[in-house]
């Protein structure tokens, strides 16, 4: 070695090597964790003024100095020899890696240098201390020359002047590399430059769930009222329980203390806390949060990158990851809320899949579709979702015995090709039934009615060139009191009823100004079908659908008035069962 004559055996050599390097890593690492945590987060770390050396705050760590003394311990003399860090690379080269690391952090934190944050860059660049002029300008001008330095002052990206102390932050922490040519802050590193804030207003703590800014000394705050008692489990538990925390999992002091932390957080509105609230605030074996909603049986495998192994393969199918957006907002990421883990294995905000189960079908026609897994379209199913769920299905469950019913009467007369071999529906006559047949709720008797096909839906093409374009993008607009089933109408306009004893749930009426089966019933005397409904035809008379080919082609395939004309069409079954 070099400067040394000392004998020693390799095995001794490695020994003493890697004794050494592990004595300083144990000592300089947890220091430069804390000095990271502290430089991210205080307002006191600043960079070296007047061109000094070193920054105001340094590491509390000696400069390193050379790699690794000779290990002889039995030598009569001091001796003075090292081994090389060529060396030490070969006999311990994990080590010697980590203390090369954090070697060049504890001299770059301690001298008038920086490195480029550029992954690929990593320049040396010396930090020069920026000139100080006063920011209102020079003193004889008076007001007129502040004026001037205020229109004058440089913008941030959203066109505000920056204020005395983001100008006096980047004359001092703006760097630019010559190399790569990135813009960064010198203090906290961040690409690009932060322009028109502190690196302290950038870093301040901010709310976990909306990320909005905490006021200063909003922790501290929050803490006050319960690290008086944080030595005593009994206060501790009554403290969560006040702040409608979950602590049932929790049986200790600390986990106690872990659960409350977390209420310091969260900022005071309502959304941000009723989030809390219905979290669970578990720690799972990896040391992250659960993500799953309170109450223990609800607990979600670790979504965090890197985390949860085979857990996350559920079923064959991978959990999403904490950061990827909910599939029914599309708008927060999963771990800003908390989530259910649906029956399919698709994972979503627990408040967004009930405001779905809550908000219903759009539109006056009955749609299941918000029934459905935006992932893969089954049905939701969840034990938390049970109650929002279950009124629901009942209802689908009664339209699609209503819609195999239409069914059945359809292909007495003609096959479906859909449901024949080889077709799109070929064994699934409930999902071609609800695809192509339309109810709609009567008002009145608050049961499901038959209100024509899908395809009738869709816009008519006017003769004379008038779409009705936004009266048709303005089909949302209805009123539920004019949905009116054909036997409640019937009864209003004093229609027959069916003789057969099919009762009135069959019966229909024609829309007024087209070959369609009626689905409003407006001012108590006019039948229009959805889309009449929304163009109006009785407002713009040139709306009105062409005259009806006849039978033979007319999609009802029977006679009937003329349109413009109300028209009574009697009991579908009856129609359906007679040539």
Request: glycine share 10%; net charge neutral; aromatic share 6%.
């Amino acid at each position: 070695m070099a400067r040394c004559d000392c004998a020693l055996c390799q095995d001794c050599v490695i020994i003493g090597v890697r004794a050494f390097l592990e004595r300083e890593l144990r000592e300089w690492e947890p220091r430069i964790a804390q000095w990271k945590e502290d430089r991210k987060n205080s307002a006191a770390l600043d960079l070296p003024r007047g061109g000094g050396r070193g920054v105001s705050c340094p590491l509390p760590l000696p400069t390193p100095g050379d790699p690794v003394p000779c290990p002889n311990r039995f030598s009569r003399s001091r001796c003075p020899g090292i081994v090389p860090l060529g060396d030490c690379q070969q006999l311990a080269p994990d080590l010697t890696t980590r203390w090369c690391e954090a070697a060049n952090i504890i001299f770059f934190a301690r001298s008038s240098f920086l490195r480029c944050p550029h992954p690929t860059c990593h320049m040396v660049i010396e930090r020069i201390a920026p000139s100080k002029e006063p920011a209102g300008g020079g003193g004889g001008a008076g007001s007129a020359a502040a004026a001037l330095c205020d229109s004058l002052r440089e913008v941030d990206l959203s066109g505000r002047p920056l204020s005395d102390a983001a100008l006096q932050d980047r004359a001092e922490n703006r760097y630019r590399c010559p190399m790569c040519g990135i813009n960064f802050c010198a203090k906290c590193l961040a690409v690009p430059y932060h322009l028109g804030q502190t690196c302290a207003e950038r870093n301040a703590p901010r709310c976990y769930y909306c990320e909005d800014k905490l006021p200063a000394g909003w922790r501290e705050t929050c803490e006050q009222s319960w690290k008086k008692d944080k030595k005593s489990l009994r206060r501790m538990k009554e403290a969560a329980l006040r702040l409608q925390l979950d602590v049932g999992w929790c049986r200790s002091v600390e986990e106690h203390e872990e659960v409350l932390q977390l209420f310091s957080t969260v900022c005071d509105e309502e959304d941000c806390r009723s989030r809390l609230q219905a979290a669970c605030t578990k720690k799972l074996p990896c040391g992250h949060r659960c993500g799953g909603v309170r109450g223990g049986s609800y607990c979600l495998p670790c979504l965090k990158d890197g985390c949860g192994g085979e857990e996350r393969a559920a079923g064959g199918q991978v959990l999403p990851s904490a950061d990827d957006f909910c599939a029914i907002c599309m708008v927060e990421p999963l771990d800003k809320a908390p989530c259910l883990l649906l029956g399919c294995k698709h994972v979503v905000h627990k408040h967004c899949a009930e405001g779905k189960l809550r908000a219903g079908y759009p539109g006056p026609a009955i749609s299941t579709k918000y029934l459905e897994c935006p992932m893969c379209s089954r049905e939701m199913s969840h034990s938390l979702l049970k109650t929002l769920i279950e009124e629901p299905l009942k209802l689908k469950a009664e339209i699609t015995q209503k819609a195999l019913k239409r069914l059945e009467l359809e292909r007495r007369g003609n096959a479906i090709g859909a449901l024949e071999p080889g077709g799109e529906y070929e064994g699934r006559p409930e999902a071609y039934a609800l695809h192509t047949y339309q109810f709609f709720m009567c008002f009145n008797c608050k049961k499901p009615y038959f209100g024509g096909e899908r395809r009738c839906a869709a816009p008519v093409e006017e003769e004379n060139g008038d779409d009705g374009g936004a009266e048709n993008a303005a089909a949302g607009d209805y009123n539920l009191a004019e949905l009116i089933c054909g036997g409640c109408a019937s009864m209003a306009s004093g229609a027959e009823e069916c003789k057969r004893g099919h009762g009135k749930e069959y019966i229909q009426f024609k829309c007024r100004y087209c070959c369609s089966i009626a689905t409003f019933y407006c001012m108590g005397t006019t039948h229009f079908c959805d889309v009449c409904h929304s163009r109006r035809p009785d407002i713009h008379k040139g709306r009105i659908a062409p005259p009806c080919p006849g039978p033979s082609t007319c999609p009802l395939g029977i006679p009937h008035h003329p349109q413009g004309v109300e028209c009574y069409l009697g009991c579908a079954l009856c129609r359906y069962n007679e040539p």
